[in-house]
């Protein structure tokens, strides 16, 4: 990296990207960069030094990014390659290098503590970072979500050698990766618009794992279906909730809005663990972060202090309304099993309550591979308010709409909604408790549906 100046990032406005934009601007890079629509998190990244444009127009690269000798070009795998900018740096001999690779290059030369998994690696990658950061071990952190107690998704430690990175596994990008410790949540089938298939979603995961360096470890969720490819010379840990294995929960308590537990590993017990955001399943969550904290020789108190001061990543179980009589709770699931234990936790918090979500399908890939799974998990609610599916990187599939899903749902109080229709929809509804759901763009209406839901 010591011989580039500047870097220009195609999707900077991505959560990943958006980190490692902020490591380079802290580290006294020049950073440009290009994103299609202007968001929160933009505005932000502008505010810190990022110079971005929303027109792929090559005229609108700034001169300091057009020496490919200084200059180094970062895309996310959601650009298509037709991209005017990134079809410019590649013909122009420009070193161009996905997002996934260079986080690679970064955490090459540190001790990577690696959080992979089809869902949870948000909050529990986010977890380990709170925790490493509130005690002396410290830790640098690339994370998938912006972290409310920073309000960023980057922290910064001059002294720690050890990286927190959420692995991702969309386009394989965690092969790239140089894992220390490895933590893997969950390996329920997705983004088969890229594998195609199950096994090769899961032959992936053990590609994964057989890059964990020897001496380290991997902590694997207990019982999922993954046959790990350590080796030799790494351990492995198993880890829950309720079901046992090396590191897991005893002693919960659930009541008066709080959640206790007592975290037990192979060498002693830490009691009375409180959840800073208390939903069932972020005991699993704090039990896999807990153990690769305590593995790194983080001190009890740090862990049980860290724990109860937690917020949570945005859009991961997010309040935003919290009244006795109202609530207004926003989830970025988007997989069929995290539909399910967001409204499993809605229940178990909320029991007897009315239960309404609106939930905005992610890619039309995934609504045709698990439509009958997603209705599944939205008929476990009383109403369901269904947005049309959010394209993000793909082109309509003929015959796949949000219809197949919506028709597959089995409670009676359901409908089809148009995104911009939403907002006279819930005004003219009286809500209970309303989760909204989706990786889309369903979070830009969230300050608008949560005053409306406050007027009531």
């Given at each position: 990296m010591k011989q580039y100046s500047s870097l220009y990032f195609i999707g900077a406005g991505g959560i990943g990207m958006s980190a490692l934009v902020r490591y380079f601007l802290a580290k006294g890079y020049r950073v440009a960069g290009y994103d299609?629509?202007?968001?929160?998190?933009?505005?932000?990244?502008q505010s810190e030094g990022l110079e971005i444009v929303y027109d792929e127009s090559v005229d609108l690269i700034p001169d300091y990014c057009r020496d490919p000798k200084t200059t180094l070009v970062v895309y996310t795998p959601a650009i298509p390659a037709t991209h005017?900018?990134?079809?410019?740096?590649?013909?122009?001999?420009?070193?161009?290098?996905?997002r996934a690779?260079?986080?690679?290059?970064?955490?090459q030369s540190s001790k990577g503590l690696c959080f992979s998994g089809t869902h949870g690696k948000t909050t529990t990658s986010s977890m380990a970072a709170h925790i490493f950061h509130e005690s002396p071990v410290g830790c640098n952190a690339f994370l998938g979500g912006i972290l409310r107690n920073y309000n960023s998704n980057l922290i910064l430690s001059d002294h720690s050698p050890f990286t927190v990175i959420e692995a991702d596994e969309y386009d394989r990008s965690f092969h790239w990766l140089h894992p220390y410790m490895a933590v893997v949540t969950a390996t329920d089938p997705d983004h088969l618009d890229i594998y195609g298939t199950e096994e090769a979603y899961l032959e992936s995961f053990a590609h994964f794992t057989s890059l964990i360096q020897p001496g380290g470890c991997l902590v694997i969720k207990k019982g999922i279906k993954l046959v790990p490819r350590v080796q030799e010379g790494v351990k492995v840990y198993?880890?829950?909730?309720?079901?046992?294995?090396?590191?897991?929960?005893?002693?919960?308590?659930?009541?008066?809005?709080?959640?206790?537990?007592?975290f037990v590993a192979p060498d002693g017990v830490v009691t009375d663990v409180e959840l800073g955001v208390p939903v069932d399943i972020n005991i699993e969550n704090a039990v896999a972060a807990m153990a690769i904290a305590r593995l790194n020789g983080v001190a009890d108190d740090d862990m049980r202090r860290a724990m109860a001061s937690f917020k949570g990543a945005k859009r991961r179980f997010e309040f935003w309304v919290k009244r006795d009589?109202?609530?207004?709770?926003?989830?970025?699931?988007?997989?069929?099993?995290?539909?399910?234990?967001?409204?499993?936790?809605?229940?178990?918090?909320?029991?007897?309550r009315k239960l309404t979500v609106i939930f905005q399908p992610h890619l039309y890939s995934r609504t045709r591979d698990f439509a009958p799974q997603f209705a599944e998990a939205l008929s476990m609610a009383d109403q369901v308010i269904l947005l049309d599916i959010y394209p993000a990187r793909e082109l309509p599939i003929p015959g796949v709409t949000s219809q197949l899903i919506f028709d597959r749902i089995t409670c009676r109080d359901k409908e089809l909604c148009l995104r911009e229709k939403l907002l006279e929809r819930i005004k003219e509804c009286n809500f209970d408790i309303l989760l909204t759901m989706g990786a889309g763009d369903i979070d830009r209406l969230l300050?608008?549906?949560a005053s409306i839901v406050e007027a009531k």
């Open positions: 299609r629509t202007s968001s929160p998190l933009t505005e932000a990244l005017a900018g990134l079809v410019y740096f590649r013909e122009h001999g420009f070193k161009v290098v996905k690779e260079l986080l690679g290059l970064i955490t198993t880890y829950s909730a309720r079901d046992g294995g090396d590191f897991h929960a005893d002693n919960i308590r659930v009541g008066n809005g709080t959640i206790l537990f007592d009589d109202r609530v207004m709770i926003d989830d970025y699931a988007h997989h069929p099993d995290e539909l399910k234990a967001s409204i499993r936790s809605v229940r178990a918090l909320y029991p007897g300050p608008e549906i």
